[in-house]
Structure formats: structure tokens, C-alpha cells
Nanobody, 124 residues
């Protein structure tokens, strides 16, 4: 059974860092493009970042450029999202998703497999 499991969320002060992990089981991540999405209460789901299966090209939303870094470790079947200089507006449930295409998309409707999400709270 294809499954994605996120971890690494938590409470952090503004300016702090977190690293989220998205571990896959039941399939090989090599062939899937992986996206990170977030949703805050009362807001639309937002595409945060993506890494393609083909050449590892990446996408970042303007709101996180220069602060977040996505990477993949195919040997560990895991994708990471390093989040630095966190702001209160980064507070949301973060979810990873997979699609069997070799290029990125920021639209959540193009992803067929989803993890359960992990809460990130940025607050002093």
C-alpha cells in the first residue's frame, strides 16, 4: 500500500528552523514528483515547494523563497523540507504529496497521494 508519512513539525519561535520529512512506503520515490503543501485555518491550501522526479528541479512559492529548501534522498525514500527564518504566517498544517509525473506543479489537485500532515506553529 502506497503511503506517505510526514514528521518534524512542532512549535518554534519566530526566526527558528524546522526540518520536515516525508517518508514513503509501498513505492519508490525516485519516480514521483513530490510537493509540500500547507493549509492554515480559514485559508486555501497553498503549494509551498516541489521537487521533480526527472532532474530534481525545484519550485518555491514566493512566500518561502530564500527561506525553505526542498531535497530528496532516494536511498532513504524520503523528501525533506528545511524551513529557516520561520515567521508566524508560516503556521499551518504541512502535508507532502506525490504525483507520477516528472515535473512540478503547485496545484494540489494534480497530486494523487497524500500524507496525513504535520502541524507547524511559529509563535513566541
Amino acid at each position: 500500500q502506497l503511503q506517505l508519512v510526514e514528521s518534524g513539525g512542532g512549535l518554534v519561535q519566530p526566526g527558528g528552523s524546522l526540518r520536515l520529512s516525508c517518508a514513503a512506503s509501498g513505492f519508490t520515490l525516485d519516480y514521483y514528483t513530490i510537493g509540500w503543501f500547507r493549509q492554515a485555518p480559514g485559508k486555501e491550501r497553498e503549494g509551498v515547494s516541489c521537487i521533480s522526479s526527472s532532474d530534481g528541479s525545484t519550485y518555491y512559492a514566493d512566500s518561502v523563497k530564500g527561506r525553505f529548501t526542498i531535497s530528496r534522498d532516494n536511498a532513504k525514500n524520503t523528501v525533506y523540507l528545511q524551513m529557516n527564518s520561520l515567521k508566524p504566517e508560516d503556521t499551518a498544517v504541512y502535508s507532502c504529496a506525490a504525483r507520477y509525473m516528472n515535473y512540478c506543479s503547485a496545484y494540489y489537485g494534480e497530486y494523487g497521494y497524500w500524507g496525513q500532515g504535520t502541524q507547524v506553529t511559529v509563535s513566541s
